[in-house]
């Protein structure tokens, strides 16, 4: 069965740290490519960075250097270590996953997402 549940989400400063977890199950687990995407607001969504199977992981420039993503094949869980947030990435997180061969952060490529989860402004 495919599934993927997200977690972690709340309410964090501007320069603040967060860490979002997507729960998967099995067989979506061992899919090729993980990735988190998010939406903020009012805004198209957008990939924020994937990871594959082999574990070769990109980022979106944007955040590059600033977000960590990691597994933990124990738990069958993807993380999304985020710092240095900002106002501007408040938005809903989403993980997704997909089985094919290539691995780029294209929503439309994703067949499995989770119902995301929401990362709003403290200031």
């Known amino acids: 069965q495919e599934q993927l549940v997200e977690s972690g989400g709340g309410s964090v400063q501007a320069g603040g740290s967060l860490r979002l977890s997507c729960a998967a199950s099995?067989?979506?687990?061992?899919?090729?490519?993980m990735a988190w995407f998010r939406q903020a607001p009012g805004k198209e969504r957008e990939g924020v960075g994937y990871i594959t199977s082999v574990g070769t992981i990109r980022y979106a420039q944007s955040v590059q250097g600033r977000f960590t993503i990691s597994k933990d094949n124990a738990k069958n869980t993807l993380y999304l270590e985020m710092s240095s947030l900002n106002v501007e990435e408040t938005a809903t997180y989403y993980c997704a996953a997909h089985d094919n061969a290539v691995c780029q952060l294209r929503q439309e490529l994703f067949s499995t997402w989770g119902p995301g989860t929401q990362v709003t402004d403290d200031s």
């Open positions: 099995e067989y979506t687990y061992s899919s090729n490519c």
